[in-house]
């Protein structure tokens, strides 16, 4: 009886544990977004005439930007799991103003030759709870979204205006995430982190597919976009849409 007990204890204790290594997970990933830049900002102004256009006044063109990411999911109830992403954000241009604008308490005049810089590079930091993950996922959770900005315009005739500002900060976000698996190993997904506080917005989704390979490599692409709307963020007024497809690699274990 004892030997008997001894064995049943055993085979459960086996089958947890084999259980709970399966639910423990790690991803690390990396790939390229191609970002496409639209929208205004104004800087040490809040006269709406003094917007500058990222396009027809900066002359900002679409890049390609690198991101890096790691997450770790576990079984442990309560306890969230953590995911990091790094994203590189930077926009330049060079061309004709098409409006006059002040920036910084500096002219910009219209038919005048300018060159700029924008960037926008970030860290999210998301802890999400899991309430369901098999063939429908549906997680939730908050993002700490750690902007780190730079805007810089140059002027290359005219009076050689040149106004570097930066604006940063962290901004605390609601995140959630919904997945469908129609396919083995396929992963239909959607996630994204929003908070909006007065005149103030900041949107941040992702629309993608993965596939994870037998040998733990799996490929991922889809859509991303990234909006900022700003009302006097260190003297900082936009409303900037970056969107555009990705691809990427990652592992998977």
Do not use: C
Not at 69 to 76: D, K, Q, R, S
Not at 167 to 179: C, N, S
């Amino acid at each position: 009886m004892m030997l008997r007990k001894l064995a049943l204890t055993l085979t459960a204790l086996a089958m947890s544990s084999s259980a709970f290594a399966d639910t423990l997970g790690l991803r690390a990933g990396a790939g390229i977004w191609d970002h496409d830049p639209s929208g205004y900002i104004r800087y040490q102004s809040t006269n709406s005439s003094n917007n500058a256009d990222l396009k027809d006044d900066l002359n900002l063109e679409s890049d390609q930007e690198s991101y890096f990411y790691a997450l770790f999911e576990h079984p442990v109830p309560l306890i969230p799991n953590v995911k990091v992403m790094r994203t590189g954000l930077t926009s330049s241009g060079s061309g004709t103003i098409n409006s006059s604008f002040t920036y910084g308490g500096e002219d910009y005049n219209a038919t005048e030759q300018i060159d700029s810089e924008l960037v926008l590079d970030h860290t999210d930091v998301t802890v999400y709870w899991q309430l369901l993950d098999n063939i429908v996922s549906f997680d939730f959770g908050l993002t700490a979204k750690m902007v780190d900005a730079e805007a810089t315009l140059r002027q290359t005739t005219g009076g050689g205006n040149t106004v570097t500002n930066t604006f940063d900060g962290t901004v605390p976000m609601g995140y959630l995430a919904v997945g469908a698996t129609p396919w083995p190993d396929v992963e239909l997904r959607l996630e994204g982190s929003a908070l909006s506080v007065g005149d103030n917005s900041l949107t941040d989704y992702t629309a993608k597919v993965t596939y994870t390979t037998d040998y733990l490599l799996g490929i991922e692409a889809g859509y991303r976009s990234l909006e900022l709307e700003l009302d006097d963020l260190d003297d900082v007024y936009s409303n900037m849409k970056f969107e555009g497809p990705f691809a990427g690699l990652y592992l998977h274990f």
